[in-house]
């Protein structure tokens, strides 16, 4: 082969071999550049401070995901109703101090607000405030023989009300005034409330020693203070129960349970009407006991 061969063949060689060496040099850069990006990437690890640290550490409650197909097909549990308790109101203790003081008292009772009932065993008298309460005064009331049980209403009222005694009281105290003025001296006391066309009364009286007493002829008698008091609350018509002296109830029962009006067919058991007016204990004036 002539010189003039082997040098074109040499220059045929040498210029894929300086493609070659091209490429490579493209590809080792571009090698280089991908490392130097990734570990520019990478952030070294950041020690956190004392303060981070320790607010980090506080345990923190996350509450489980709560599916909204199954939260709408459970109900939510309905609530229990609670029954409301038997309220018995306390015995009644008269010979406790200061239970003859007009106050409002525990009274369970079926009776509309407003109706009076008389506990004629006891010497209370109670003015229904609600279902629980009642405003609870002290009494006089009908001496044995004299005292009588059934309902009335309150027919009319009057202040300062004239006294006349009916004839039979006045066949047993022949001594009596036939007519008596409204006033202090008056043993009707300073107001009175009338129970339907009988000669019965709530009434007050001159002689407040006799609160807690059976001592009358079949009315009930209240200081003067408390039949004020009273007289301002009853309205006309208002409904008053009048328990038996022996009224026995079961427990949980209201007082007023054990009252029954009696059989209209049967004989009144009441003694008369005219023994009705109360008296005070004066000479000449009261009742013989």
């Known amino acids: 082969m002539s010189k003039r061969a082997k040098r ?3 220059e045929t060689l040498a210029i894929p071999m300086a493609a070659r060496v091209a490429i490579g040099a493209v590809a080792v850069a571009a090698l280089g550049y991908g490392l130097l990006s990734r570990s520019a990437s990478v ?5 956190p401070p004392a303060r981070e640290a320790r607010a980090s550490s506080t345990p923190v409650y996350v509450a489980p995901p709560v599916h909204a197909s199954a939260a709408a097909l459970t109900p939510a549990p ?16 008269a010979d406790a ?19 009076v009932i008389i506990d004629t ?37 009057a202040e300062w009300p004239d006294w006349h005694p009916p004839a ?20 009707l006391g300073a107001r009175a409330m009338y129970l339907g066309e009988t000669e019965y009364r709530i009434h007050g009286t001159n002689n407040p020693a006799t609160i807690g007493k059976k001592v009358s002829s079949g009315c009930i008698r209240l200081t003067n203070e408390d039949v004020t008091d009273l007289y301002e609350r009853v309205k006309v018509g208002a409904k008053v129960i009048v328990l ?9 029962t209201p007082p007023d349970a054990a009252f ?30």
């Open 8 to 10: 074109r063949k040499a």
């Open 43 to 47: 952030q070294p690890a950041r020690t």
């Open 78 to 93: 309905a609530p229990i109703p609670v029954p409301a308790p038997l309220v018995e109101p306390p015995k009644a203790d």
């Open 97 to 115: 101090p200061g239970a003859f003081v007009r106050q409002v008292v525990d009274y369970t009772s079926r009776q509309a607000p407003g109706t």
């Open 121 to 157: 065993g006891n010497t209370f008298l109670y003015f229904v405030l609600n279902d629980r309460q009642a405003m609870r005064y002290g009494i006089g009331v009908g001496r044995e023989g004299f005292t009588w049980s059934g309902e009335q209403t309150v027919a009319r009222k």
């Open 168 to 187: 039979e009281m006045v066949s047993r105290q022949p001594y009596l005034p036939r007519f008596m003025a409204g006033g202090p001296g008056n043993p």
């Open 244 to 252: 038996p002296a022996t009224a026995a109830r079961r427990p949980g």
């Open 260 to 289: 029954r009006l009696p059989d209209p067919a049967s004989p009144s058991k009441r003694p008369l009407a005219a023994n009705a007016q109360m008296m005070s204990p004066g000479p000449k004036v009261a009742e013989v006991r």
